[in-house]
């Protein structure tokens, strides 16, 4: 199959790169709409692992968690060694600013817990966290959308608006203020920058949902304007550690916050991680599961491959408990993504939009859908 040069660019970066230095989906919505418990068999994407551990925060009976890209699972890996090796203070450097005077000393602590991949993209890369270069937060593909993203606010002068509309406490103020941010980061000059395939495909977002999205300048003006100006994005992780490059420490995640911490490490055995396609695993292991977290990625399949969609829907159906919870994200405004003879097996409930625009603090999504198999 001959790929566009949109698709080859996606897949080449996905191939090659760490994509992904944050999940980019919100956990505390995940977590209220999945009710997790004792009773919990989780089958998620790893992205870059934090939503996992912080899952364990509701004490599943187990995770398992497959990525297609190493470099994933490398820093979920990485994420789980320094928990077990090390202490709170490392852990939060690495993971919550992004940079550590200690990163050489602490990897070499954790290096030999590694699988062999793992090991080797970090021998690599471990400089992501050195005190001298730009943090985590500006690394793999994300890392280079958010700092496009800070160039663009810097290069046309807006800076000190976006720090005071993120401060701001009244809603008409902050519609003011972002109003002057978007004449100029939406609609001017940078608004063709937004539409370019090759800088979407750093942000994960392929040519499918690309076209599924539409008007890309009306989307991101309603995502920024749900999150900056309809939230409050002072308290919000997501956006505000791509504008930072470090997470403000009285609005972290819930993994990162230290009274989380022990009941996480205790429990980090439960997580059983791999480097594989959800297809692969599904069609390999013999498991059932009560909740499947599938984030975004059947938007990937729906652009490329209809038929491996299909077979994908009928393994979850096949390794599904009865009464199991699938949840996921799109960018297509219906249930496109669900084959027709899937439709009467699983009983599926948009989560109400205007519930999902005023509390989901990452708002890249047009839907986000709860299955119940039947
Ligand atoms: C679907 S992407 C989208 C980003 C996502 N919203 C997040 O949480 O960051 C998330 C992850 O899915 C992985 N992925 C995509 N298709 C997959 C598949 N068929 N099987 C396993 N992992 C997949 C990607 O490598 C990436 O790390």
Redesign the pocket.
């Known amino acids: 199959m001959t790929l566009s040069p949109s698709d080859a660019w996606f897949k080449y970066i ?1 191939t090659h790169f760490l ?2 230095n ?4 919100d956990v505390a919505i995940d977590r209220k709409l999945l009710k997790l418990d004792e009773s919990s068999s989780v089958f998620m ?4 692992g934090e ?1 996992a551990l912080t899952y364990l925060l509701d004490n599943p009976e187990s995770i398992v968690t ?4 190493k470099r ?1 699972t490398a820093l979920l890996e990485l994420k789980m060694a320094i928990l077990k090796e090390s202490g709170y203070d490392d852990f939060f450097e690495f993971f919550g600013t992004g940079k550590s005077a200690r990163y050489k000393e602490i990897y070499s602590m954790v290096r030999d817990d590694l699988t062999p991949p793992s090991r080797k993209f970090w021998d690599s890369n471990i400089s992501y966290f050195s005190p001298d270069g730009k943090g985590l937060f500006y690394q793999g593909g ?1 890392g280079y959308f958010a700092r496009l993203m800070r160039y663009l606010i810097k290069t046309n002068g807006l800076t000190e608006q976006v720090d005071q509309l993120i401060h701001e406490p009244k809603r008409s103020e902050r519609e003011r203020l972002f109003t002057e941010v978007s004449q100029q980061l939406i609609s001017g000059g940078s608004k063709f920058m937004w539409k370019l395939s090759a800088v979407l495909g750093l942000a ?1 977002i392929p040519r499918s949902q690309k076209k599924a999205i539409g008007n890309l300048n009306a989307f991101i003006r309603d995502v920024f304007n749900n999150v900056f100006v309809r939230q409050q994005a002072q308290s919000n992780p997501y956006w505000n550690v791509y504008l930072k490059g470090t997470y403000a420490e009285e609005y972290l995640p819930d993994y990162l916050i230290k009274e989380n911490l022990q009941h996480i490490v205790t429990q980090l055995d439960k997580i059983e991680f791999s480097t ?5 695993y599904l069609s390999s292991s013999k498991q059932k599961f009560t909740h499947f977290v599938l ?3 059947m ?3 729906y652009g490329s491959d209809q038929n491996a969609l299909k077979n ?1 829907w009928k393994l979850i159906l096949k390794r599904a408990r009865p009464g199991a919870k699938i949840l996921f ?1 799109t960018a297509h405004s219906s249930l496109a993504l669900i084959p027709g003879e899937i439709r009467n097996k699983i009983q599926f409930t948009e989560v109400d939009p205007e519930w999902v625009a005023l509390n989901d603090r ?1 708002g890249t ?1 047009t839907g986000t859908y709860l299955g119940t198999v039947q």
């Open positions: 996905h994509i992904y944050i999940c980019w989906e994407i790893s992205s870059a939503n497959v990525d297609i890209n994933q994300s994960g594989q396609t959800v297809h692969q984030l975004d990625h938007d990937w399949l994908e994200r990452v999504y």
